[in-house]
Nanobody
Framework: VQLQASGGGLVQAGGSLRLSCAAS????????MGWFRQAPGKEREFVAA????????YYADSVKGRFAISRDDAKNTVYLQMDSLKPEDTAVYYC????????????????WGQGTQVTVSS
């Protein structure tokens, strides 16, 4: 699966951004989708995930209540709505696809997008 992430940018603390990730597959609803992020000098970390059906979602504790993951299978796209952004949310955000499952573990995802930069100024 090829993934194309977009929607990053520069925003002030307290602001919002919506990331999108378009997937090139005819069986998009067979894939659990995840968002991860990597800040400079840090390891890539889990942010959020959604099952193929959209009925199950996972969130990292650091983003619960602020971020929301969703999917539109008609558009083969997964979204990450990010509200109440903080400077510590600054990172490159990556979307990833996992066939037939949902996971918060990076090693469970076989396909990755190229990343989109999110910068939150204080």
């Amino acid at each position: 699966v090829q993934l194309q992430a977009s929607g990053g940018g520069l925003v002030q603390a307290g602001g919002s951004l919506r990331l999108s990730c378009a997937a090139s597959t005819r069986t998009f609803n067979s894939y659990g989708m995840g968002w991860f992020r990597q800040a400079p000098g840090k390891e890539r970390e889990f942010v959020a995930a959604i099952s193929g059906s959209g009925s199950t979602t996972y969130y990292a504790d650091s983003v619960k209540g602020r971020f929301a993951i969703s999917r539109d299978d008609a558009k083969n796209t997964v979204y990450l709505q990010m509200d109440s952004l903080k400077p510590e949310d600054t990172a490159v955000y990556y979307c990833a696809a996992r066939y037939n499952g949902i996971s918060s573990l990076r090693r469970h995802y076989a396909d990755w997008g190229q990343g989109t930069q999110v910068t939150v100024s204080s």
